[in-house]
């Protein structure tokens, strides 16, 4: 009896000392009160100092691109700070690059905020947010697209950039026994604030392709978050080449049906690559968008084009057709979109005619 | 048994060096050891906190538990010990000593439940130590880590030149690398006695 207590005891004194020494240190030497947070020189939060700066900005909502956890060992939560944050810690030294630290740029999971401290993030982290959504309907665009349409919960708005994506959750379902998120670009109008529109193409043993084309019905609940990219669009008075093969075509919707809304007079070439006319979709909104917007050519082309389909149009790979019509690339800039093979290709072509490499914008679908 | 203290520092830093014959502290070895300058922050913080841990546990353990008869309670004592010091000791740089901090405190945490902190701990105590030859232990098993360490990073840096197959790239290539660093060290283990 005597050594249970004398056991317990002891530990309990030993532990019961440690705590009491803890605590006082936590409310004098480790509070540091309460600090602000200024982003973009706009927004103030003020939060509980001491924390991590990525956590403190969890807290309110605002979302970093962070794969690890916060535990600095991805590099992605990158903050610029313009104000407090004290040294770069050599936690953070493998992860930036000499410009990095010259321009201040830091790990916001090893910083921690101790004083008032102001940061600066892109305007679109801000925007990232996770939507509850309901399926409006869900069809077939060609036989392994499937043309999606979520509706927003009643009390939310998405905004996004003509050309950015979100990442669409699949749950478990028979066959699959983990949740992922896989992107897929909007297709929808950036001024359609209540819905967004996917075009999502059936890779098979997909995890989220299977879950969209085989197990997802109308009315069903989906979850995405977003919006994600700096694959969108630029407004300047450059004439616009597209470039794009199979769903690439997602994100070019997008930004037509932005130029369309705003009445943008800017010369434009789509050039869609597809392998035979089973494979080409959304035909009447590009002959909408021939006959409505200032100046644009939608230029679909079969590299293996079925004799008894009657195809009239062009043949080959998209990028002999690219090459066969674009002469002149003064004043113009390309938006690319699809199968990393054939952006690489087309990106070598666009350079070897001279266009800057700035000029070209791509997103590449893997 | 009565071994000089200076044979048990230099043993410890090279003969008997903590990691690389006892494989103690790896998870922190593998995962710091890319880069030179942050080795070096890491091994400092290891060498402080393995002295300091090892002196108090030195005094806990003969002044608490063998009166107490309480032996068999080392390991939960001994882990109790190093969180708190280590937490306590994180808690206090970072408020005063800022250049410290960013030198070293900020691996603190890391070293939490660093491996080689309660092995030098226990076997300060199996091996029977006192008081002078157990902050020596301490203050030997520190450096010879943080030995390790930083030559771990040197040789990771030539490393990143180096054509390594895909598969062993980064934790593969480094466990194979300890190996081979081990195998040296171990070479010279007979040459003194320190139990």
């Given amino acids: 009896m005597n050594s249970i207590f004398n056991t317990v005891g002891t530990i309990s004194l030993i532990t019961g000392i440690f705590a009491l020494l803890l605590t006082i240190a936590n409310r004098t030497i480790g509070n540091y009160g309460k600090v602000d947070i200024t982003i973009n020189k706009d927004k103030i939060y003020t939060v509980d100092g001491g924390d991590t700066l990525l956590s403190s900005l969890i807290e309110n909502k605002v979302f970093i691109p962070s794969a690890c956890g916060g535990k600095g060992s991805c590099g992605y939560c990158k903050v610029k700070i313009i104000e407090g944050g004290g040294p770069v810690l050599p936690t953070e030294l493998g992860y930036l690059t000499d410009s990095d630290i010259k321009e201040n740029i830091r790990l916001s999971c090893q910083c921690k905020v101790k004083e008032n401290i102001k940061i600066e993030i892109p305007e679109e982290f801000l925007d990232v947010k996770e939507y509850l959504s309901s399926v409006e309907f869900i069809k077939d665009l060609t036989p392994s697209i499937k043309h999606l349409k979520l509706k927003l919960s009643s009390d939310e708005e998405i905004n996004f950039k003509p050309g950015q994506y979100v990442q669409l959750k699949a749950p478990k379902y028979k066959g699959n026994n983990e949740e992922v998120f896989r992107a897929y670009s909007i297709v929808s109008s950036p001024y359609d604030k209540k819905h967004i529109e996917l075009a999502i193409g059936y890779v098979p043993e997909g995890i989220c392709t299977t879950y969209v084309h085989n197990f997802l019905k109308v009315k069903d609940k989906a979850v995405f978050n977003g919006p994600y990219g700096d694959f969108y669009y630029h407004d300047n008075q450059r004439e616009m080449i597209f470039v794009a093969v199979g769903t690439g075509m997602a994100p070019i919707v997008s930004i037509l049906h932005h130029l369309r809304e705003n009445n943008i007079s800017r010369k434009a070439t789509f050039y869609f690559g597809a392998r035979n006319v089973e494979d080409l979709f959304f035909l009447d909104e590009m002959k909408s968008f021939e006959e409505n917007l200032y100046d644009f050519k939608f230029i679909p082309c079969l590299s293996r084009a079925n004799e008894e389909d009657g195809w009239n149009g062009e043949k080959g790979r998209v990028t002999n057709v690219l090459e066969k019509y674009l002469d002149n690339i003064d004043n113009i800039e390309a938006y690319l979109c699809g199968s990393p093979v054939m952006i690489d290709s087309v990106v070598k072509i666009l350079k070897d005619k001279g266009l800057p490499e700035e000029l070209i914008y791509y997103d590449k679908f893997e | ?195």
């Fill in chain 2, 1 to 195: 048994m009565e071994i000089n203290p200076i044979v048990i520092l230099f043993a410890s830093i090279f003969t008997n060096n903590i990691i690389l014959t006892n494989f103690l502290g790896m998870c922190s070895f593998i995962a710091v050891s890319n880069e030179i300058k942050t080795s070096l922050g890491l091994g400092q913080a290891v060498t402080f906190v393995l002295t300091f841990t090892t002196v108090i546990n030195y005094f806990i353990y003969n002044e608490v538990l063998v009166r107490l008869n309480l032996e068999y309670l080392r390991f939960i004592v001994f882990i109790i010990t190093i969180a708190a010091f280590v937490q306590l000791v994180e808690m206090i740089v970072e408020r005063y000593l800022p250049s410290l901090y960013y030198a070293l405190g900020i691996f603190l945490p890391l070293i939490t439940v660093n491996c080689a902190i309660l092995g030098v701990s226990l076997f300060m105590v199996i091996r029977q130590y006192n008081l002078i030859q157990s902050v020596l232990f301490g203050l030997g098993s520190g450096l010879g880590w943080t030995l390790a360490i930083v030559a771990m990073a040197g040789i990771r840096k030539k490393l990143k030149n180096a054509n390594v197959p895909k598969g062993l790239e980064g934790a593969g290539i480094t466990i194979i690398v300890t190996g081979l660093m081990s195998l040296a060290f171990i070479g010279f283990s007979g040459i003194v006695q320190i139990q």
